[in-house]
């Protein structure tokens, strides 16, 4: 069974709103539209998606482009954040780089890297075995950390910031085969280009 895993695009930063209820921007909404229109994306059978609104919009547009049903699953969520609060980069990068460098470590007390990714392969686990032999691709929307974190564990590589989406603001994505654990393709802009075909 074929899995995307596909991470949202740029958000709408307000520092007066919680972080997880950001939206997509309008240039997010565009790119995430782009994504909509691939081949990729006319396969999806079923879209799971964290409950964060970034990752519901975009799995909105995929839900109205193609009719594809939509299950929030909470664990699909970022890493837990909620003892800092909103912290503005460049302070929020220095953060990240050691969430992800001290796996082990509860990170000013954020979510530890090791926690997060067992969280995150039991939910993606549980979302293939709910779409079952359905028809259609698996789509998991969620967001850069959990892609990086799962991206690893499909490697069989240690956590590390090295596995991170390559586009600044998100909107990347992955597909593996989910019955093997196995990755079909690394990561790759939402928006095609002339190196996917």
Same mark, same amino acid.
Request: proline fraction near 7%; charge should be negative.
């Given at each position: 069974?074929?899995?995307?895993? %596909?991470?949202?695009?740029?958000? #709408? &930063?307000?520092?007066?709103?919680? %972080?997880?209820?950001?939206?997509? !921007?309008?240039?997010?909404?565009?790119?995430?539209?782009?994504?909509?229109? @691939?081949?990729?994306?006319? =396969? &999806?059978?079923?879209?799971?998606?964290? =409950?964060?609104?970034?990752?519901?919009?975009?799995? /909105?547009?995929?839900?109205?482009?193609?009719? $594809?049903? %939509? #299950?929030?699953?909470?664990?699909?969520?970022?890493?837990? @954040? =909620?003892?800092?609060?909103?912290? +503005?980069?460049?302070?929020?990068?220095?953060?990240?780089?050691?969430?992800? +460098? *001290?796996? *082990?470590? !509860?990170?000013?007390?954020?979510?530890?890297?090791?926690?997060?990714?067992?969280?995150?392969? +039991?939910?993606?686990?549980?979302?293939? +075995?709910?779409?079952?032999?359905?028809?259609?691709?698996? $789509?998991?929307?969620?967001?850069?950390? %959990?892609? #990086?974190?799962?991206?690893?564990?499909?490697?069989?590589?240690? &956590? !590390?910031?090295?596995?991170?989406?390559?586009?600044?603001?998100?909107? $990347?994505?992955?597909?593996? /085969?989910?019955?093997?654990?196995?990755? *079909?393709?690394?990561?790759?802009?939402?928006?095609? !280009?002339? =190196?996917?075909?």
């Amino acid at each position: 069974m074929r899995v995307l895993l %596909v991470t949202h695009p740029e958000v #709408t &930063i307000d520092p007066a709103v919680p %972080v997880p209820d950001w939206g997509l !921007s309008a240039r997010g909404r565009e790119r995430m539209a782009a994504f909509c229109a @691939r081949p990729e994306a006319a =396969s &999806i059978g079923h879209v799971f998606v964290s =409950s964060e609104r970034k990752a519901r919009d975009g799995a /909105d547009m995929l839900h109205e482009r193609h009719g $594809c049903p %939509v #299950t929030i699953d909470p664990r699909l969520g970022e890493n837990d @954040r =909620s003892a800092t609060g909103y912290v +503005a980069p460049p302070r929020f990068w220095e953060i990240v780089d050691r969430f992800f +460098a *001290e796996p *082990e470590t !509860s990170v000013l007390g954020w979510e530890r890297a090791v926690d997060a990714q067992a969280r995150i392969k +039991a939910a993606v686990r549980d979302c293939i +075995a709910a779409h079952g032999d359905r028809v259609g691709d698996v $789509c998991i929307v969620s967001h850069g950390g %959990v892609g #990086t974190l799962l991206l690893c564990d499909l490697l069989g590589a240690p &956590i !590390s910031r090295d596995r991170d989406q390559p586009v600044a603001g998100g909107g $990347c994505f992955f597909a593996f /085969d989910g019955s093997a654990w196995v990755l *079909e393709h690394g990561w790759r802009d939402i928006v095609p !280009s002339a =190196s996917d075909r």
